[in-house]
Each structure stands twice: as structure tokens, then as C-alpha cells.
């Protein structure tokens, strides 16, 4: 079965209280068996995840952490603790990272190499910015930060990574990327990977729009921001996918 990746982006979202919440309430909900649903909730509710999600087909991850398994690094997070928590994903070099904490094409190789050593699967965030969309940029930029993020990996490696194109301009924009224009960009990140490789789109997803972009045979699902921290709009999402599916 062909399944597709719906991955919920918190950010810094939530209290204990309100994710036990949601996530008893995303637990009732019926989610068919070709979707995988991964929520991404602050570090501080990875043990809610944990409580609530054992057994469950619901899955979880993190933010972010440090490539490091320990140390001197005052406020990081390692791939160890994400994977005592029961974490199965990680973002990586989401965009906000990348401008607001330095976060660079080499630590996000580093973060990708660390994560998979500990068994974590690592969702890459690669995209454009405004300005280098308008100059013509976008395939050098993404073939830059796909090429730097796989850099040293085995084959069976990269086979095992999801790309999330965002365009940073579409980030909680409200203007989401055409689906084929976000294509385009999906069967590039194909060409300089692996046909293992799962490639989904984020950037103003919504239940409006989701069932365009999965009409595209190369966008195999969706990293959700604003539209994911309810559970109803998250729900109608989720059910939006499989609306338009051809
Ligand atoms: P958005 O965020 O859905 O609110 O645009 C997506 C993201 O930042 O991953």
C-alpha cells in the first residue's frame, strides 16, 4: 500500500494540558490505514506523546536537536533523549531554524547523519527564499542544501530520508506554492536522491488546498503548521487528502 505523510508542525505551541487534550481527541478520530500521521509537538509534550501514543498508529517526533549524544550545550537536545522519549522522526533545518538560529547547510548534514545512526527518521526541510525565487534560484538552492544534507551518507542511507520542500515564502503566508510548481521542485529532490526517498510539500497547507497537491503523483504528503494545532482543522485536513486523490 502506497501511503502517504502528514506531519503535524507545532512549533511553539501548547501546554501539557492542551496536547493531552488534543491528542485524545486525534485518537478518536478514524484515520485510514494509508496515512501515517506524525505530530511534532513542543520537547516539553514529547512525554504526553509517549503516554497517550504507545500502541497507537499515531507517531511523533521533535522539532529539532543536537547531533551530539551529550555534552556541553546548554539548552540542546539529543538524538539519544528523542529516542528514549519513542520519537520516530525529527525535523531538520526547518527554515526558521535556518534564519532565526544560524542553523547552516553543514549542522543540518550533521543533525541528518546523527539522527539516522539513532534510528531516527529525519523530515529535511529545504526551500527558497522570496528573493531567490525572483532571481531564478530555486533548483541551484535546493540542489545545494539536498546535495549538502546527504553528503557522506550510504545509499541505504538517503533511501530512508524525507525531504519537505517549503518554500519560505509560503510559510505561513497564506499563499501556498502552486502544486505544480511545488512538483517540479518534488521530482528534482527525486532526481538527487533515491525513488525510496519520500518527498512531501509544505507551506500553508490546508484543508482547501491539500487535495490539489495530492493530486501530484510526486507530492506524497504535507508538513502542516497553523492548520495542524486544532485538532478539527488538522481533522479536516487529514480528511481533505483523500478527497481528490485520482
Ligand atoms: P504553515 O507552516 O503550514 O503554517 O505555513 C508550515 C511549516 O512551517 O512547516
Redesign the pocket.
Known sequence: MIKSLFIA?W?MHKTNPATTQFVRALKQIFLPADQVVVICPPYTALPIMQQELTGSTIVYGAQNMHWANEGAYTGEISPEMLQALGCSYVIIG???RRRDYNETDETVQRKVAAALHHGLVPIV?VGESLDERNHDETMAVIQRQVSIACHGLLPTDVARLVF?Y?PIW????GQAATPEYAATVHTLIRQLTRPEVTIIY????NADNIGQFMQQPSIQGA?????SVEVESFQQLLAGSTINRI
Do not use: D, M, P, R
Not at 170 to 173: L, N, Q, R, T, V
Not at 223 to 227: E, R, S
Open positions: 508542525n512549533k526547518h527554515s526558521e526541510c519537505a517549503e509560503a510559510i505561513g503566508s509544505g507551506g500553508s497547507v508538513l502542516i503548521g497553523g492548520a
